[in-house]
């Protein structure tokens, strides 16, 4: 599937823009921000009302605002229907409204108008779908669908299943909360959206310059600086932002032309933007909406996964740390010498306001309040907060358009998270994802490292053509059930499938924050694609540990120790693959920091104690050879 890296680079930059104050959408956009912002604090609305309206609303500005074809714009014939189109979508959401009691009256006896009205819905959100999102959910969407209604019935053995009428599939998939508007509409139309709208009034206020103003301050005399700023300002916006794409433009627009020119070259630059970019759905606090899936599916509160998450996270933008200092160190690249014009303390003074809101919304967290009302109130603690500063002070014009983008940001997420539903349902109907996860099982033969070879292997082929959420739910659906069969904790098995499914943003041939890190980069997209993927090898180390150690279940201590000596791991690890450890390094050294790697990476105390012996050991081995080497090129 060729996709053009400038289209995506445009479209990850439209994120940035406000909506013309003029035009209709832009005060839909505003009306749909207020609409969940008082549904999700002091509304009262029942489940299938709020979700239909979320539904509608969204349908609504996407079907206004996205055109039928994305590359050549739609005709005036065409744009006079998407108009209609997009009436009608909020109609069907207004039917429930108005007809759901009557439903009830003829006790869950559908009519000719229910059929329609649910028809209608279903077709349209899974047009809108392809809009966003591209052609392959809708056609996954087709295949679950016509596999419940009568392929089937075609299928013999452990896959067959005797199929279902078209009039209970559009009742089940409209009137109930198993399709449409079942588990993942409900977070999106609350968790997500308000995170969504909490990131928006967060970047607008100006929170986006500060982190990356603080990262270029602390990293100016290191080794690779320009990357390392990459990295950690990706690591500090992932708190905000929870998208890849939306971090890589909004950060890499500044990081890849100044590693440009501190001489990486462009596609290292890029792919390095990519990497650090893609830890944001898995940076605390906001790790974009798989993890408020994952809050919903095992019940554990979401307090619990962004604490639990916290350091694999910095284990992550460790290893794509490493990776670039090695590699600066081996292109004997030097520290940058300019100047900032601001001080550490400057910089944090005049944006010591952003610290407030999210001290606001893990303390509410921490408290016992639902996430959604967290967010409320940290939304609103931007807004005031940001009279503290002399520069981003929230205007009202600047919270309107905050609205309006958190809205505008929200599409492709809530159409997607709507329209996997139709997925979801039936899959849940048929019940072949217990299928598929005894399959995994038999073929496995119960061995855990195949069973997570296997799940990896259906993760990069699902990254192909899916976006990170939907990979994750597919994933989960089918791989979840074989985990914990094989004694891995429900959190655990949920947290692995989370990371492998993020390779989405950097597995080729569909990559699109890597397209778009190309296309600021001007660097070759699936260059960078590749180049990417490899600097983001932490995404299929971190579920090994998560498998084999306590990370995410032991106590503090435990998981301390996993991590202090992860951290020796996977340096050793990054050098195998950059060929520089304390020095530039051959074959045997390369060898050597891979057997260390995975010494360091066994939880046990002899193996952890022999890893770092043998790493300090060849650490010094190479600082003295290396200097040799130097002395007898100096004489």
């Not at 392959?136 to 089937?152: D, E, H, K, Q, T």
């Not at 692995?496 to 989405?504: E, G, N, T």
């Not at 498998?547 to 279940?553: E, P, Q, S």
């Amino acid at each position: 599937m060729a996709v053009d890296a400038t289209e995506v680079l445009e479209e990850a930059k439209s994120t940035e823009i406000v909506y013309d104050r003029r035009r209709v959408v832009y005060w839909l956009a505003v009306v749909i921000a207020l609409f969940h912002i008082w549904v999700n604090t002091f509304g009262v609305l029942s489940e299938l009302w709020r979700n239909s309206l979320h539904m509608g609303l969204l349908g609504m500005l996407g079907y206004f605002t996205i055109p039928f074809f994305k590359k050549k714009g739609d005709p005036k014939p065409l744009k006079y229907l998407n108009i209609f189109l997009g009436f009608l979508i909020f109609g069907t959401a207004l039917y429930i409204i108005f007809f759901e009691n009557a439903l009830h009256d003829r006790n869950e006896v559908v009519n000719l108008y229910d059929l329609i009205a649910a028809g209608i819905a279903v077709l349209l959100v899974t047009e809108m779908t392809r809009r966003t999102t591209g052609i392959i959910i809708p056609l996954i969407a087709v295949f679950f669908v016509s596999y419940l209604l009568f392929m089937g019935n075609w299928v013999p053995g452990q896959f067959h299943f005797r199929g279902m009428s078209v009039s209970r599939f559009l009742y089940r998939m409209f009137f109930t909360d198993e399709g449409l508007f079942g588990i993942t509409a409900s977070i999106s139309s609350t968790f997500v959206f308000m995170f969504i709208l909490f990131a928006a009034f967060l970047l607008k206020s100006g929170g986006g310059d500060f982190i990356i103003n603080i990262a270029q301050i602390l990293t100016k005399n290191i080794t690779g600086g320009p990357a390392i700023v990459a990295v950690s300002s990706s690591a500090l916006m992932g708190t905000i932002s929870g998208s890849a794409i939306a971090n890589t433009v909004s950060t890499g627009s500044i990081t890849i032309p100044m590693m440009k020119k501190a001489g990486f070259k462009p596609e290292f630059a890029a792919a390095v933007e990519t990497a650090a970019s893609t830890g944001g759905q898995i940076m605390p606090p906001i790790m974009g909406a798989g993890a408020f899936i994952m809050a919903e599916w095992t019940q554990v509160p979401y307090l619990t996964i962004i604490a639990v998450a916290f350091l694999p996270a910095i284990m992550y933008f460790a290893t794509v740390g490493f990776f670039v200092y090695q590699t600066a160190k081996k292109l004997d690249l030097k520290p940058s010498k300019e100047e900032s014009q601001m001080t550490l303390w400057e910089v944090i003074r005049e944006g010591l306001h952003f610290f407030i809101p999210i001290i606001v919304l893990i303390w509410l967290l921490v408290v016992g309040f639902s996430p959604t009302y967290a967010a409320g109130w940290s939304i609103i603690a931007i807004v005031l907060s940001s009279y503290l500063s002399r520069h981003h002070k929230m205007k009202f014009w600047d919270i309107l358009d905050s609205l309006a983008l958190g809205s505008k940001n929200m599409v492709m997420t809530g159409i997607l998270l709507i329209g996997v539903g139709i997925i979801i349902g039936s899959i849940s109907i048929t019940g072949i994802a217990i299928t598929f996860s005894q399959i995994i099982v038999q073929i496995s033969g119960g061995n855990l490292l195949i069973a997570l070879i296997l799940i990896t292997l259906a993760s990069l082929l699902l990254g192909m053509g899916l976006p990170v959420t939907a990979a994750y739910i597919m994933l989960a659906i089918i791989a979840v059930p074989a985990l914990h069969t094989m004694g891995i904790a429900l959190l655990a098995a949920h947290m692995i499938i989370f990371w492998v499914s993020q390779d989405s943003n950097v597995t080729p041939p569909v990559c699109l924050a890597a397209f778009a890190a190309a296309g600021i980069a001007g660097s070759n997209p699936m260059r960078t694609g590749f180049e990417a993927w490899k600097l983001a090898k932490g995404l299929y180390i971190m579920p090994l540990l998560f498998a084999y150690t306590d990370l995410i279940t032991g106590s503090f201590i435990d998981k301390l120790d996993i991590f202090i000596f992860g951290l020796f791991g996977l340096y050793a690890f990054a050098s195998f693959f950059t060929g520089y450890f304390f020095g530039k390094s051959g074959i045997l050294v390369r060898l050597l920091t891979a057997i260390i790697g995975f010494a360091l990476f066994v939880p046990h105390y002899y193996s952890w104690i022999g890893g770092v012996t043998a790493f300090i050991l060849l650490a010094v081995y190479q600082k003295k050879f290396d200097k040799r080497n130097l002395g007898l090129q100096e004489a």
